[in-house]
């Protein structure tokens, strides 16, 4: 099973990536914006400065998955947020070739709570590069969190601001082991 959780920059994707292999530590957790700080170190950039802009970097993500899959069992967690509907698209139908048992898991919250939870983030070690990476997280909520309208219709969606880390992942270990999703988690 591949289980990608998605959702704004801030929403706690990562943090609940770390907590469901707490909970189960066979899970794998596999980072696509590893192979973006590639992407972007090796070829130009972007018009739009977004590595996820590059087919290369879409490609590589999903090959990336193949080869972790081809050579591990286990079930792979990938925290990353992706909103654009034609990439997301593209990489859940790529995953969906690699282990038919795909998990999209889209966490929302508050706009507001998400904005403070930015503002008081330490992202990077060097201010400057801190504030820049703030700036560019908070230009994106809007467009990030009205990413949940478009989304495939077998997505689950969780607000992580009304629900605890531990809540998270406990409903989605509930539901990978074959307990139903709540129905007003699971996206009609």
Not at 48 to 67: H, K, N, V
């Amino acid at each position: 099973m591949i289980i990608w959780i998605n959702g704004p920059f801030g929403a706690g994707k990562t943090t609940l990536a770390q907590k469901l292999r707490e909970r189960r530590p066979e899970f794998l957790i596999f980072d696509p914006e590893e192979i973006g700080f590639l992407v972007k170190a090796t070829v130009p950039k972007p018009a739009s400065g977004d590595y996820q802009d590059l087919p290369l970097w879409r490609g590589l993500t999903i090959a990336a998955l193949r080869e972790i899959r081809r050579h591990y069992s286990q079930d792979i967690i990938v925290p990353m947020t992706l909103v654009e509907p034609e990439y997301l698209n593209e990489i859940l139908d790529g995953i969906r070739r690699i282990d038919d048992q795909l998990v999209h898991v889209f966490l929302t919250l508050n706009g507001d709570l998400l904005r403070h939870r930015i503002a008081n983030q330490t992202m990077h070690p060097d201010p400057t590069r801190n504030v820049e990476i703030r700036d560019s997280r908070l230009t994106n909520v809007d467009r990030c969190l009205a990413a949940a309208e478009r989304l495939p219709p077998t997505t689950r969606i969780l607000d992580s601001g009304a629900h605890t880390t531990d809540a998270l992942a406990e409903m989605i270990l509930d539901a990978i082991d074959g307990q139903a999703w709540p129905a007003m988690l699971l996206r009609e």
